[in-house]
């Protein structure tokens, strides 16, 4: 029997706190980007919204509300300041990873009282990078550093990808580390989402040993092999509709916060080179809202029905009649593209605000200059090549196989694999 309950007051609860909250982000934005991560007051005040726990399980006090509900959240923390959001979402989004490595690792990520978000995840791959070989109870992990490791500075584990090969060839493992086996580098500086502190990570030693259950064949985690003891119907529920739909959330919120920025800015400012005294009576003016309007709309709505429909094949596979594998594959290279073309459509759309707000615009001070930076950092994610995404839809609308590769994103999952004894 699948747990269900209703959390649509929790939502509005959340969405409450983080509005309140969300001046003080904007101010605390800044600094943070300056020191390159968040600093602990945000987290705690994140985490007191509920913003961390709107994909954590029930059955260990999380709020574990719909794809659809988290997507809300992602984009009001996005709007007030896109470092803020990308932690959200990463926190939100990669839940289906200790929940896809089994009860054990349920339990150690969401049992203990914790503050901050409770999931991390470095970028797999190249997951060469690491390594994995089975040990008298368990495994020894070596190698790095692994990269892009976004909430590793603040959760209590993060998910490692190694390379193991057992006799039948090499294939990844997803290792949950705990945090005081890891080593933090300083190399994360870049153009935009600074202050998420994304940075790389290696191994507090040359070496590591993981028990057993900490270290899953990653097949065993897409698949959804290993039974996680959890009951609700979202862990059931597409991982990559989850992870892209809240995705697009953070494109959304960045763009309606520029907007809203852009009319409170443009009150009585006048137009260089024009005879116009305030910019918001300007028909130049309105004919760009629009234009901006229609971009946000259409990244919203897509995204939106992404996120419905990950809710939906959710409660089909929960109740025992999933929808086909031809369908899946579909679907999930669908998400993929469209959540592409949301994140160019609100980078477009805050750029056109950028260009019609003035040279003051690009002052360090000026969030519009921050999240017009925010929102191209997530068009050039490395899961979102608008292009490769492109053709891997379209071969599929042509009746032809997508590519075959490695990765998250890989549309060939929708097999599943048996799970190991060991698991």
Known sequence: MVATHDTSERLTAILEKVRALGPDLRKRALAAERAGRLPDETITDLDATGAFDIGSPAEFGGYELTVRQQLDVVAEVSKWDGSCGWTVWVGASTNWIPAGSGARVVEEVYGPAWVGPRVAASSHFPASRGRAKRVEGGWTISGGPWTFASDSLWAPFTNLGCIADTGDGPYLVGVQVPRDELRFLDDWQVAGMRATGSVSLTLAADQLFVPEHRCVDFRHIVGGALDSGLQGSIWKAPSLGWAFSLMAGMSIGLAQGVLDRFLERSAGRPIRGTTYKNQLEAPLTHLMLTEVHSKIRSATLITRANAEETDRLGALAAAGTPADPEYMQMFSARVLAETAYAAKWCAEAIELLQRNSGSTAIMESEPIQRAWRDARVITLHGA????????????????????????ITTLDRFTPVAPSKAG
């Open 384 to 407: 979102l090549n608008l292009e490769a995404l492109s053709e891997n839809y379209g071969r599929l609308m042509a009746g032809a196989q997508p590519h075959k590769f490695e990765g």
